[in-house]
């Protein structure tokens, strides 16, 4: 991973205190976007010093940014340091279980609440999914397409639920997600689903839910087995499916981190 050389000039005491918000929002989809495309890979430690030097932000703004990250799951707090999080294979496997229990009842109650102009909103996301491809850009389209499924429902628990369990495996479809072949296949899947709810199928549109969901868990859990000869142990925490091993070592906060041996935080 490339350390950054050059010195990058802080955020000067002029700039006026109503930018503060769009500068956090900002270094946030930054970090996350690193996060993302591995720039800043599973198990690495970052400090705020690096992040406040790569983006030219305040240090208030670097915590606002990784807290946000924390809760999100691409980062963990560690004793020195914050971490990138590894993969946790467990805990993708365990979402995934449970994702199939929640968007299939809010898929069915959707079938029976949702307007037209709110399934057309949908198709919208999704189609810009294929044109609009950046880092950012598909995070917030991977999450609008299943929130916005589950929001159909009319059930505000069952589409926080959908939020928080997507967004903790986006970084790992990322993995799949970069291959224009897979998009249009999850575009397709997505389109078709949508035209169930509106046709109100409620057991044809669970069915699609659920077929579409294992796809993706099975795309991801091999792209992870690919990608760990590439980001080493250090990058994985949970039980690897070829090994029967834990992946990487503890760091100082008791979470699965990188090796403490030759492994500085940047």
Not at 24 to 31: E, F, L, P, T, V
Not at 151 to 156: D, E
Not at 175 to 195: F, G, K, P
Request: net charge neutral; hydrophobic share 40%; proline share 4%.
């Amino acid at each position: 991973m490339a350390y950054v050389t050059g010195q990058v000039s802080q955020r000067t005491s002029g700039v006026s205190e109503d930018a503060e918000p769009s500068l956090g929002r900002k270094a946030m989809a930054d970090i996350r976007s690193d996060i993302l495309t591995l720039t800043l890979a599973p198990g690495e430690p970052i400090t705020e010093r690096f992040l406040e030097a790569r983006h030219g932000v305040s240090r208030t703004v670097i915590r606002q940014a990784l807290t946000e990250l924390i809760r999100e799951g691409f980062v963990l707090k560690g004793e020195r340091s914050y971490i990138v999080a590894p993969f946790d294979l467990k805990q993708l496997e365990e979402i995934f279980e449970y994702r199939e229990f929640v968007e299939d009842a809010a898929i069915r109650l959707a079938c029976a609440r949702a307007t037209p102009e709110a399934i057309d909103a949908i198709r919208v996301t999704i189609d810009r999914g294929l044109t609009d491809f950046t880092p950012e850009a598909w995070f917030k389209v991977g999450l609008d397409v299943h929130v916005q499924l589950a929001a159909l429902s009319g059930n505000r628990f069952m589409r926080d639920a959908v939020q928080d369990a997507v967004n903790r495996t986006l970084r790992a479809r990322w993995l799949v997600a970069s291959s224009a072949e897979m998009r249009a296949v999850a575009h397709r899947e997505h389109c078709a689903i949508v035209e169930l709810v509106r046709e109100g199928r409620a057991d044809d549109a669970a069915d699609a839910v659920r077929a579409h969901a294992r796809d993706v868990r099975r795309q991801i859990m091999q792209a992870l087995e690919d990608a760990r000869r590439l980001l080493g142990e250090r990058g994985f925490a949970g039980v690897l499916k070829s090994s029967g091993q834990p992946g990487g070592s503890q760091s100082p906060s008791g979470q699965s981190g990188p090796d403490s041996a030759g492994w500085r935080p940047r």
